[in-house]
């Protein structure tokens, strides 16, 4: 019903900033939860900062806060990831995704890889 690409990822020293976007097509994201996750190698894929419907509430995960701010432009249908302060631990591949409807997170992006170098 929606479809998600992700793009901005790259490779950065320690301490770089690269911002991620998610561009959706399909239908517009105008209240639709929205969220970045995700996986490095040898770990499970993880939360790492998710928007609410209203644009108002924001929740980040403990590794990331004051480091990386997510926000959304609903007339653009597009999603960001600003990460600044990059850290080796953050290297990952990073995955947008959208709750259509509820709690469950129901459509992903390929992802893209962001690796930070020491």
């Known amino acids: 019903q929606v479809h998600l690409v992700e793009s901005g990822g790259g490779l950065v020293q320690a301490g770089g900033s690269l911002r991620l976007s998610c561009v959706a097509s399909?239908?517009?994201?105008?209240?639709?939860?929205m969220g970045w996750f995700r996986q490095a190698p040898g770990k499970d894929r993880e939360a790492v900062a998710t928007?609410?419907?209203?644009?108002?509430?924001?929740v980040y995960a403990d590794s990331v806060k004051g480091r990386f701010t997510i926000s959304r432009d609903n007339a653009k249908n597009t999603l960001y990831l600003q990460m600044n302060s990059l850290k080796p631990e953050d290297t990952a591949v990073y995955y947008c995704?959208?709750?259509?409807?509820?709690?469950?997170?129901?459509?992903w992006g390929q992802g893209t890889q962001v690796t930070v170098s020491s």
């Open positions: 995704t959208a709750a259509m409807y509820g709690t469950n997170w129901d459509y």
């Open positions: 399909g239908r517009t994201i105008r209240n639709v939860r």
């Open positions: 928007i609410s419907r209203s644009g108002i509430g924001t």
